[in-house]
Nanobody, 116 residues
Framework: QVQVVESGGGLVQTGESLRLSCTVS????????VGWYRRAPEKQRVLVAQ???????IYVNSVKGRFTISRDNAKKTLYLQMNNLKPGDTAVYYC??????????WGQGTQVTVSS
């Protein structure tokens, strides 16, 4: 079973930065599409950013220009650099892995709170 562990969340003020990390136990990590989702209070979990095995990344419009997703295949780690944070970014952030053969795996989430 794939283990997925997020870290890096916390409480920051508007305009500050955080970097989330997601460490994975999966073999052949480089073959997975990996991404970050978030669930704001009383809302559904939604995709924030995703990066494919070939390095192609996509972002939800609300974070474009502020968040950067990256991966280090040698370390089996996914990152999300979040700059210029806003109160609307407050949510639990989840790491997700997906492949056609292995299916999807999720971490337990890390809380990000942005105060105004």
């Amino acid at each position: 079973q794939v283990q997925v562990v997020e870290s890096g969340g916390g409480l920051v003020q508007t305009g500050e930065s955080l970097r989330l990390s997601c460490t994975v136990s999966a073999n052949m990590f480089e073959t997975y599409t990996v991404g970050w989702y978030r669930r704001a209070p009383e809302k559904q979990r939604v995709l924030v950013a995703q990066i494919t095995p070939d390095g192609t990344s996509i972002y939800v419009n609300s974070v474009k220009g502020r968040f950067t997703i990256s991966r280090d295949n040698a370390k089996k780690t996914l990152y999300l650099q979040m700059n210029n944070l806003k109160p609307g970014d407050t949510a639990v952030y989840y790491c997700n892995l997906y492949s056609l053969t292995a299916g999807a795996s999720w971490g337990q989430g890390t809380q990000v709170t942005v105060s105004s």
